[in-house]
């Protein structure tokens, strides 16, 4: 079965500083991993996606994650925080018939 | 923009009555699906069309829910009878593959 954690519901950082949200999954297949942003009152926009082949993976905005099978991690983070990333991020894993698992999502706060 | 679409954007009912959202997939996509979310959540797979065939539906679709593609382009989901648990974000997803969707803004459904 396909399930994502995501450790902190909320996640603090100031401005400049590094980024880390926390994704772990289980996955009774190879897994195709996903980060997701969530601006208020908007829809989902992929920011990045791990399918097969080079374990980091590079996304929009400067964010990036690194797949790491012996950990079932998928860690997101980005070098320097920047205000406009305030928002909701979502870790997803596909499994079986095209679903997505999403994770509970993480508030980021970035504080000036 | 061609993004995914839905109408509305906002949906208040009272309890009992029946409600209908549209979705507008990325045109071409061949695969839509829907999701439903609530607050502090991440979304949760309702259900999924290849083109105009219903391939999958979550445990969470009760009788009252019901989705359509019929010409396999936009989509519609039916609540009927809305209970106050049913109040959360509608979100609908197009995908051209298996591997990444597309959201919408959503429907926010709102039951009294």
């Known amino acids: 079965a396909q399930s994502v954690t995501q450790l902190g519901s909320h996640v603090s950082v100031s401005e400049g500083a590094l980024v880390l949200l926390r994704c772990n999954y289980s996955?009774?297949?190879?897994?195709?991993l996903f980060w997701y942003v969530q601006y208020p009152n908007q829809g989902l926009q992929l920011l990045l996606k791990y399918t097969t082949g080079a374990t980091l993976v590079k996304g929009i905005n400067g964010f990036e994650a690194e797949f790491k099978k012996s950990e079932t991690s998928f860690h997101l983070t980005k070098p320097s925080a920047h205000m406009s990333d305030a928002a909701e991020y979502f870790c997803?894993?596909?499994?079986?018939?095209?679903?997505?698992?999403f994770g509970t999502g993480t508030s980021l706060t970035v504080i000036p | 923009d061609t993004g995914v679409s839905q109408d509305p954007r906002h949906k208040i009912t009272k309890r009992g009555q029946n409600v209908t959202f549209r979705c507008d997939p990325i045109?071409?996509?061949?695969?839509l699906y829907w999701y439903r979310q609530t607050l502090g959540q991440g979304p949760e797979f309702l259900t999924y069309f290849q083109n105009e065939a219903q391939l999958e539906k979550s445990r969470l679709l009760s009788d009252r829910f019901s989705a359509e593609r019929p010409k396999g382009s936009f989509s519609t989901l039916e609540i009927q009878r809305t209970e106050q648990g049913d109040s959360a974000m509608y979100l609908c997803?197009?995908?051209?593959?298996?591997?990444?969707?597309?959201f919408g803004p959503g429907t926010r459904l709102t039951v009294t």
């Open positions: 045109s071409e996509h061949n695969r």
């Open positions: 997803a894993v596909s499994g079986p018939g095209n679903q997505f698992y």
């Open positions: 996955s009774s297949v190879p897994p195709y």
């Open positions: 997803a197009s995908s051209p593959t298996s591997l990444e969707q597309y």
